[in-house]
């Protein structure tokens, strides 16, 4: 995932240096008429503003893949066919169910009993695979789907009190 992010970078960063390279080469003229000059700057600012804009949209388009909204999740992992409601609370987390099926398109509902918290679900190997805000009085929902069976653990990534850094809570995926 910071693999793909890093070469989509590099590549966005390599096109838009490419394009404005080609622009001041092909667009300065080797003269001191200033109406010249003038005439190449519009032409230049045309040559590299619709194409970054072009590759902006580009790039847009390609990154909903990964990003955390419900619907692009639906998109990618498919639409839920489990729910599991989430309840924050200082200092725990209540899940409706301990085991989730493996490979199933999970939606969880998150939500608070009193503060802001941070749901976040990390790997068997401790790895962080997704997170969303546990709000009081709204649910927010996050879409997810586990390929490997194991004990996941969520914690809390928000500060919410001397109890804070204890509220974890082991759920299994089989
Ligand atoms: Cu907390």
Known sequence: MILHS???LLLVIGAIWAIIWFAVITSVPHV???SIVDKSTARLRRRVVLPFIVILIIGLAFSFYWMPYPNNRAWAFGAPEVTVDVMAAQWSWTLSQ???PVGTSVEFAVTSKDVNH???IY????????????MPGYTNRLIYKFDT??????R???YCGVAHDVMVKAFTVE
């Open 123 to 134: 790997s068997p190997a401790g790895e962080i695979l997704t997170q969303v805000q546990a």
């Open 6 to 8: 890093v070469l989509i």
């Open 149 to 154: 069976p194991g004990e996941y653990i969520i």
């Open 98 to 100: 301990d085991t989730i």
């Open 32 to 34: 001191q008429d200033e």
């Open 118 to 120: 941070g749901f976040a």
């Open 156 to 158: 809390c990534l928000e």
